[in-house]
């Protein structure tokens, strides 16, 4: 059996019946799982309650770590669902290679990129996460385990794809790693002085740029608004190559009592963090620096304090978003909450291969709220209602309390992947969106 775990928001403590990668792998094969269904986690990096089987049991899935194979004359890795993206770097790294697509943490497992068909600061330009994976064995609760590409078994693959773990258990995967003449990045800061001064700009960075992301001062008020820093990269033709970056340097040992991260520390933060980039500058940064900022120190969600936090992540279609991005601002400062990271991003128009996957063309606006209870619940309320009614979507895997009409409005195709789940495999998150949703029409007939 495996320790019990909590995701990443802490927000609510881990659930279910824990059990480590072998002892699930033999409950499929002689077909003898929980009632209340399984769960396949990794590294727990997800913020809300995807990652959880309170009903069920869940599968610690980090010990098959293993890298099965790398070939660097093509840039073909293939590996167990439990490695983590960092050993994929450490691993290609000296051969000149680097995932085509990472988010915020390197400390996600393969498998858990796949399930949630992660995305990053260069989707313009590469896509999801999804469109770089060639192939995966996935173990189903009927005790097979299927190979599955964009050829063979194409419905399982597609749906297995941002579907959440909710397919069966990716046991291996194989991807395409993307070659570059360095890790390190050429890096531009660019000030801007209001949202409008950031749309302006941010096709024309895209088209110029392999990444792209803004950080956003949510404090900021009237022509202020939106006011933030856009920092833009391509990988230098010469550089670090052989060796990848070292863990945390420092690290939180204890949760703090309360949330350090209050309002008076966010405006002296964004004080000097708008300070610091006032002016447009070049400069070269390591990958870790410029894509994992905050791998750099070790749980440093306890900074939350005990109630954790809540992510919310949108994306808005482009001719909605100078409406709607604003209104979120405004909806933030009004209920008195602030976000210690805002992060602003340009989403293209290339499709995923996945059914379910959250990237769009668009915006995405991604915002940090400590965990008030109620008060924090009617904010994110909001915040989903704005980016509905604009057209848009909420982000599931950083999700912890969206409703279930939300969810439904985000993912019209949602009955696509419950036609393609494993009856055997259960998320609380799945529960209480499309579970739901079946069950209302009962209800309804019912009374």
């Not at 994992?292 to 279609?317: E, T």
């Not at 036609?419 to 209480?432: G, I, K, N, Y």
Request: proline share 6%; aromatic share 8%.
């Amino acid at each position: 059996m495996s320790g019990a775990r909590q995701p990443f928001g802490r927000t609510f403590g881990a659930q279910g019946v824990a059990l480590d990668a072998g002892d699930a792998v033999r409950a499929l094969l002689e077909r003898k799982v929980n009632p209340g269904g399984l769960l396949a986690i990794g590294n727990m990096r997800s913020y809300g309650d995807t990652c959880m089987n309170s009903g069920g049991s869940v599968a610690d899935m980090r010990q098959m770590n293993r890298i099965i194979s790398f070939d660097p004359d093509t840039g073909l890795m293939t590996a167990e669902a439990g490695v983590l993206l960092s050993d994929i770097i450490a691993e290609a790294l000296p051969h000149g290679y680097f995932p085509a697509v990472v988010p915020g943490t390197q400390f996600v497992t393969l498998g858990g990129a796949i399930a949630n068909d992660v995305h990053g600061k260069n989707h313009h330009r590469r896509g999801t996460f999804g469109r770089h994976v060639t192939g995966f064995d996935l173990l189903r609760s009927d005790g097979a385990v299927t190979s599955c590409d964009a050829g063979a078994n194409a419905d399982l693959f597609r749906a297995t794809i941002g579907g959440m773990g909710l397919t069966g258990m990716i046991l291996r995967a194989t991807i395409q790693l993307m070659r570059v003449g360095s890790a390190d990045i050429d890096e531009t800061v660019t000030p801007f002085p209001s949202l409008d001064a950031f749309f302006d700009m941010a096709e024309a960075a895209d088209a110029e740029n392999e990444y792209a992301v803004a950080w956003v001062d949510q404090l900021a008020g009237g022509r202020n608004t939106g006011r933030g820093v856009l920092l833009t990269g391509n990988h230098a033709e010469v550089g670090e190559v052989g060796q990848a970056a070292s863990g945390p340097a420092f690290g939180v040992p204890v949760q703090p009592p309360v949330n350090v991260l209050n309002r008076p520390f966010l405006k002296a933060f964004n004080f000097a963090y708008r300070s610091a980039k006032s002016i447009r500058r070049r400069k070269r940064s390591s990958y870790s620096s410029f894509f994992f900022p905050l791998d750099g120190v070790r749980d440093w969600n306890r900074l939350y304090g005990p109630r954790g936090l809540h992510q919310h992540q949108s994306v808005i279609p482009g001719d909605a978003a100078r409406r709607a991005i604003p209104d979120m601002f405004s909806a933030a400062r009004r209920a008195g909450q602030g976000s210690f990271l805002t992060v602003l991003k340009r989403f293209g128009d290339i499709a995923s291969p996945g059914l379910l996957s959250f990237p769009r063309a668009g915006y995405t606006l991604t915002l940090d709220f400590p965990n008030h209870g109620a008060e924090t619940v009617r904010l994110l309320d909001e915040l989903d209602r704005i980016a509905v009614d604009a057209g848009g979507a909420v982000n599931p895997y950083k999700d912890a309390r969206m409703s279930a009409p939300t969810f439904a409005a985000s993912f019209p195709g949602w009955r696509d992947l419950e036609a393609q789940r494993d009856p055997a495999f259960m998320s609380d998150f799945w529960q209480r969106t499309a579970i739901e949703l079946d069950r209302e029409p009962m209800r309804q007939a019912a009374e």
